[in-house]
T-cell receptor
Framework: AQKITQTQPGMFVQEKEAVTLDCTYDTSDPSYGLFWYKQPSSGEMIFLIYQGSYDQQNATEGRYSLNFQKARKSANLVISASQLGDSAMYFCAMREGLGNTPLVFGKGTRLSVIA | KAGVTQTPRYLIKTRGQQVTLSCSPISGHRSVSWYQQTPGQGLQFLFEYFSETQRNKGNFPGRFSGRQFSNSRSEMNVSTLELGDSALYLC??????????????FGSGTQLSVL
């Protein structure tokens, strides 16, 4: 079974608008961490934001915020004020347990920002 | 601080050959993970090394192997190459890989084409 599901293969957003990228996850472990990475065409994965399963507040990092709904097992990434440079693949990932376990990725969403 | 360095950037091989990819982690990082990225399957975890020992292994055949040296540099080897091994191979490092919130730092990858 898929641990991480990203249902949007591709998304378009107008420059300066906000966009939400969806991510749902599946785990029975009470301890886990959720990550979002950005992969531009250069190939390198860039860390954006992290949310722990016990965190009470939604994570924020600059223009990135995470809409964490634990009961629904969703961790959607919100990008505010989109820029042309935000065009890239975006991956949601999860690490289960307290450590020493691999990071498992979803299949990604390709975001295209239109001028 | 230098980032994660992967060499070579591109490789072209023929079926049946073997290949070795190299990864130098960020200085001080002792955990190195390898991922295979293809358009169809996304990012799939290959294995993780910590202190020269394989700590985690993904679901790949024995043709895929790796090792880590005392300076934390890592190599992965693929023997008897198949057309389906064509992929972007990403290496990622982290301090210890031992905590839920520890993020991975990725290299730019090695693009392997098998003809």
């Amino acid at each position: 079974a898929q641990k991480i599901t990203q249902t949007q293969p591709g998304m378009f957003v107008q420059e300066k608008e906000a966009v939400t990228l969806d991510c749902t996850y599946d785990t029975s472990d009470p301890s886990y961490g959720l990550f979002w990475y950005k992969q531009p065409s250069s190939g390198e994965m860039i860390f954006l934001i992290y949310q722990g399963s016990y965190d009470q507040q939604n994570a924020t990092e600059g223009r990135y915020s995470l809409n964490f709904q634990k009961a629904r097992k969703s961790a959607n990434l919100v990008i505010s004020a989109s820029q042309l440079g935000d065009s890239a693949m975006y991956f949601c990932a999860m690490r289960e347990g307290l450590g020493n376990t691999p990071l498992v990725f979803g299949k990604g969403t390709r975001l295209s920002v239109i001028a | 601080k230098a980032g994660v360095t992967q060499t070579p950037r591109y490789l072209i091989k023929t079926r049946g050959q073997q290949v070795t990819l190299s990864c130098s982690p960020i200085s001080g990082h002792r955990s190195v993970s390898w991922y295979q990225q293809t358009p169809g399957q996304g990012l799939q975890f290959l294995f993780e090394y910590f202190s020269e020992t394989q700590r985690n292994k993904g679901n790949f055949p024995g043709r895929f192997s790796g090792r880590q040296f005392s300076n934390s540099r890592s190599e992965m080897n693929v023997s008897t190459l198949e057309l389906g091994d064509s992929a972007l191979y990403l290496c990622a490092s982290s301090l210890t890989g031992g905590t839920t919130n520890e993020k991975l730092f990725f290299g730019s990858g090695t693009q392997l084409s098998v003809l």
